[in-house]
């Protein structure tokens, strides 16, 4: 009987503290910008904005990520594929309540359709016969919609990151190396290194500014070439005087080109671009 009981109250112990946890997870909310109008690109989009939790006491400043594909990040109904979304701000939440990572915004850009080739990339293909407006597109960010998120929001104006997958990776990538002195952190996930014979490998040949800290993964099911692609976007960052601490390589041997497989990512990629700020003492 003795046992039964100590079985009973062990097991009510894990359970109440499975309620506690799950209580202490305070959630972050969205808001949204719903026709955001760029004089520069000729075109709006959708913009969404996550806030981290406890956003709405005290005063604290909060870094900022902009996240391009804005549609796959957060709601599984605007995903380009339905259902299959990133779930950003349920890793964000866990992230940050389990303190593995520094409370920040994510302002989620949404693509501008058949546009979204032509903005994403940073040079014209003549082959494809597109490309090219990525210098258009970090104008957008820094001279039209991140004024707006630092007037609206209590941002630290002077430490933003950008982020994306595919060819949002290499657009994330052009253009923290193209404006390093306002994008320090970079989330570039599966980039799409192969664009116009692999021009972005000249851009990286090329950076002599301040080094920003990169977050670089592959999955390893993505094919052969996108996997040497990124490990020679690895090799050519490293002579530009990145370490360990400002860049992690990390490649997913499950993982192929999918928002499932960046979602499974996500966390470890908030948690490298944010860490934690250490305790006092």
Known sequence: MREMRDTLRATFGRVLGLQNRRQAQRPGRLEHINAFQSKILGNSR???????????????????????????????????????????DESADHA??????????????????????????????????????????ARMLIEELKPLIDSRYRTLPSDSGVGGSSLGGLLSLFVGLSHPDIFSRLAVMSPSVWWNNRAILQV???????????WLEV????????IRDARTLRDRLIPKGSTDEDLSF?????????????ARRTRLMLEFLFPPVPSPG
């Open 204 to 214: 990286v040949d090329r950076f002599e500014g301040p080094r920003p800290r990169i």
């Open 46 to 88: 959708e913009v969404t904005i996550y806030l981290p939790p406890a956003y709405e006491r005290g005063e604290t400043r909060y870094p900022v990520l902009y996240m391009q594909d804005g549609q796959n990040l957060f709601e599984p109904g605007r995903a380009f594929i339905p259902g299959q979304h990133w779930r950003l």
């Open 250 to 262: 990390h490649e997913d041997p499950r993982g192929d080109h999918s928002e499932r497989a960046w």
């Open 96 to 137: 940050i309540n389990e303190r593995t990572a520094r409370p920040m915004i994510i302002v989620g850009v949404d693509h501008a359709g058949q546009q979204r080739i032509d903005e994403y990339t940073p040079t014209y293909d003549r082959s494809r016969q597109a490309g090219g407006k990525a210098g258009e597109y």
């Open 219 to 226: 999955g390893g099911r993505e094919g052969r070439d996108t």
